[in-house]
Structures are given as C-alpha cells and as structure tokens.
C-alpha cells in the first residue's frame, strides 16, 4: 500500500468559498493538490494557473512538497493594501471591524 497524505486547498471570493480535502502520494506538490481538488471546476470564472499559492499563509511555488494536514491557499490578489484600507477608515472615523464613531 502507497503511502499518503492529506491535505485541505481553499479558494474563496467575497461571495463563495470552498474548501476541499483530498488524499495525495507523499511526493506531492501543491499543483497536485489544486489539481486533484478540481477547484477549476467550482470557480469556471477565474483564472487559478494565474494567482499566487500559499501554505498556512506562507508563499510558496506550485512545486512545493506538501506534508499531512498541511492547507494550500489559492491567494487573490488585493484590491487595497491593507495600511491604506486604515487610512481610508481613520479619514471617516472609522477603524477595521468597527462601526463608526460618533
């Protein structure tokens, strides 16, 4: 019997998330993982063979060895770096997760 691994890959919009568990070799990468998810198939829309990659919030390749339990994130780009979102709130009294003030 082959030994092998399991893994989570996640994708999410700001309206459909998905999560997906799937069984791999020992050698496998995170394309193989994205690959055996079919995540492709749920998000027909985007373009996943374009956006970063990541494991536990860490950047790697799509070449990257996977471990059990490990999480492969498929990474969006950001619409708004996260200090200028602050700024943006501070300017209307607001702060991150709060409702505004006054």
Same mark, same amino acid.
């Given at each position: 019997?082959?030994?092998?691994?399991?893994?989570?890959?996640?994708? #999410?919009?700001?309206?459909?998330?998905?999560?997906?568990?799937?069984?791999?070799?020992?050698?496998?990468?995170? #394309?193989? #993982?994205?690959?055996?998810?079919?995540?492709?198939?749920?998000?027909?829309?985007?373009?996943?063979?374009?956006?970063?990659?990541?494991?536990? @919030?860490?950047?790697?390749?799509?070449?990257?060895?996977?471990?059990? @339990?490990? =999480?492969?994130?498929?990474? =969006?780009?950001?619409?708004?770096?996260? =200090?200028?979102?602050?700024?943006?709130? #501070?300017?209307?009294?607001?702060?991150? @997760?709060?409702?505004?003030? @006054?």
């Amino acid at each position: 019997m082959t030994a092998t691994i399991r893994v989570e890959v996640v994708f #999410a919009l700001p309206d459909k998330q998905r999560l997906v568990a799937v069984t791999l070799p020992t050698d496998a990468t995170v #394309a193989d #993982a994205i690959s055996q998810s079919s995540m492709s198939r749920h998000f027909p829309d985007e373009r996943l063979d374009d956006l970063e990659v990541g494991v536990w @919030g860490r950047h790697v390749t799509r070449e990257h060895v996977l471990s059990d @339990g490990d =999480r492969v994130e498929i990474l =969006r780009p950001l619409e708004l770096d996260p =200090r200028e979102a602050r700024r943006q709130l #501070a300017l209307l009294g607001q702060t991150m @997760g709060n409702t505004p003030k @006054g």
